[in-house]
C-alpha cells in the first residue's frame, strides 16, 4: 500500500513471519546501511534521519508496527520540496535492505558454541550443554546486578 504526497510517502507491509521485535531490528540495520542516523526508538518503532547538509535534500525516516502490519513513511524536512520522488526512493531503498537481510538471516544456520558440525536439531554434547547452561546462569546474575543497581535510581526520577 503507498500514499502520501511528494514531500511524503507512506507504504505497508505485513511482517509475515517476523515478530515486531524482528522486524524492527532489521529495519534499523537496513536504515544504518542507508546512511541514516537513528533518532529515536521504542518497542513498537523508531525515527531515523538523512544528513545530507543544511542546504540537500534531508527527510525523516519513521518505522511503526501494529497488527502485525508495518509503516514505513518518509517525510521531507526544511525547506527543500523541489525533490519529487525522494522520499519514495528512500522508503523503496530501506524495504529492500529490509528484504535483503531477512534473506541473509534466513540461510544462516546456527552452530552450537561455535561447532560448524553442529545440525539444527540435534542433542548438543554433555559438555557444550554444560558450557551453555553456565553461560546462562551468568548472564541472569549479570542482569539482577544490574537490575539492583537500576532499580533505586529509577524510583527516584
Given at each position: ?45 523508531f525515527t531515523a534521519y538523512t544528513n545530507n547538509g543544511a542546504f ?20 521531507t524536512t526544511g525547506y527543500n520540496l523541489k525533490e519529487p520522488g525522494k522520499n519514495q526512493e528512500l522508503v523503496a ?65
Open positions: 500500500m503507498t500514499e502520501g504526497s511528494a514531500a511524503e510517502h507512506v507504504e505497508e507491509r505485513a511482517l509475515g513471519t517476523l515478530t515486531t521485535e524482528a522486524f524492527l531490528t532489521l529495519a534499523q540495520q537496513a536504515a544504518t546501511q542507508a546512511g541514516l542516523t537513528i533518532g529515536f526508538t521504542n518497542y513498537i518503532g540537500s535534500w534531508n527527510a525523516e525516516l519513521a518505522v511503526t508496527v501494529a497488527n502485525n502490519l508495518a509503516q514505513i513513511s518518509s517525510r531503498s530501506v524495504l529492500a535492505k529490509i528484504d535483503e537481510l531477512e534473506g541473509a538471516a534466513a540461510h544462516e544456520v546456527p552452530t552450537a558454541a561455535g561447532d560448524p558440525q553442529h545440525k539444527p536439531g540435534e542433542e548438543l554434547p554433555e559438555a557444550a550443554s554444560a558450557e551453555k547452561t553456565e553461560e546462562t546462569k551468568n548472564f541472569l546474575s549479570f542482569l539482577c546486578r544490574c537490575a539492583a543497581i537500576l532499580l533505586p535510581l529509577s524510583s527516584s526520577i
